[in-house]
C-alpha cells in the first residue's frame, strides 16, 4: 500500500505537531506564571520592608525623644535635689531633716512645698516610682508612734507617695518601701554620716524597651 493510500499516517502527523503546539503554549504559560508571581513576591517583601524601616525609624524617634525629655528631667530636678543618675533608675535623695520631724512620719510644709515642685515631673514620667524609706541606726524613743525604725521608714515612704499622687502621680505606677537602718548610703559612725543616711529616696525605673 503507497502513502497515499494509508490516511491514518497523515492524521498521526498532524496531531503530534498540534500536541508540540499546546506543550509549548503550556510551558510558556507556566513561565509567565511563575515570574508573575516571583514579581508579587517581590512587591510584597518590600512592602514588608519599607513598614519596618518606616516603624524602626518611628522607634528611633520615639526613644530619641525620650532620652531628650529624660535629660531635661534630670536637669530641672537636679536644681531641687541630689540626683544619682544609673543605667536603669534614677535616685532623687532628699534629705530627712526636710520632710519630717524627727520620728514623725507626717510631711511638714517644706516638703510639701519641695514635692509640689517636684510633682510634675514625676507625673510626665512612663516608667515605674518606688518611694524608699531609710533611717540611721539609732533606735526610736520609747514614746514614738512607731515601734522601730522599719516601721518608722515604711510611713514615711507612705506619706510621701500619698502627696505625690493627690498631686497627679499615677497610682499603678508607684510604690513605697522602708528599709529602715539596713541599707545606708555611708557607715553609722559618726552624727553626719547617720544624717546623711535619714533620707527619702524616689527612684525612676527607666520603662523596660517595648513598653
Do not use: C
Request: proline share 5%; net charge negative; hydrophobic share 45%.
Amino acid at each position: 500500500m503507497s502513502e497515499l493510500d494509508d490516511p491514518l499516517e497523515g492524521l498521526s502527523t498532524v496531531d503530534e505537531g498540534e500536541n508540540e503546539l499546546t506543550h509549548l503554549w503550556i510551558v510558556s504559560y507556566s513561565d509567565f506564571m511563575t515570574i508573575l508571581m516571583i514579581f508579587f513576591l517581590m512587591l510584597f517583601a518590600h512592602r514588608v520592608w519599607v513598614k519596618k524601616v518606616a516603624w524602626e525609624d518611628r522607634r528611633v524617634e520615639q526613644l530619641r525623644a525620650a532620652q531628650e525629655a529624660q535629660v531635661g528631667m534630670i536637669q530641672r530636678l537636679s536644681k531641687l535635689a541630689s540626683i544619682d543618675v544609673k543605667a536603669e533608675r534614677i535616685d532623687i535623695q532628699l534629705p530627712d531633716a526636710l520632710l519630717f520631724a524627727s520620728g514623725h512620719a507626717e510631711l511638714q510644709d517644706s516638703a510639701k512645698a519641695l514635692l509640689s515642685k517636684i510633682a510634675p515631673e514625676l507625673n510626665g514620667f512612663n516608667g515605674d516610682i518606688v518611694v524608699e524609706g531609710h533611717t540611721d541606726d539609732l533606735p526610736v524613743s520609747p514614746h514614738a508612734p512607731y515601734k522601730s525604725n522599719w516601721e518608722l521608714s515604711v510611713a514615711r515612704a507612705f506619706s510621701v507617695i500619698m502627696f505625690l499622687t493627690a498631686q497627679g502621680a499615677d497610682p499603678t505606677k508607684i510604690s513605697a518601701r522602708g528599709y529602715g537602718p539596713y541599707r545606708p548610703r555611708v557607715p553609722n559612725i559618726s552624727a553626719e554620716n547617720r544624717e546623711m543616711n535619714r533620707r527619702i529616696e524616689i527612684v525612676l525605673l527607666n520603662p523596660k524597651s517595648g513598653k
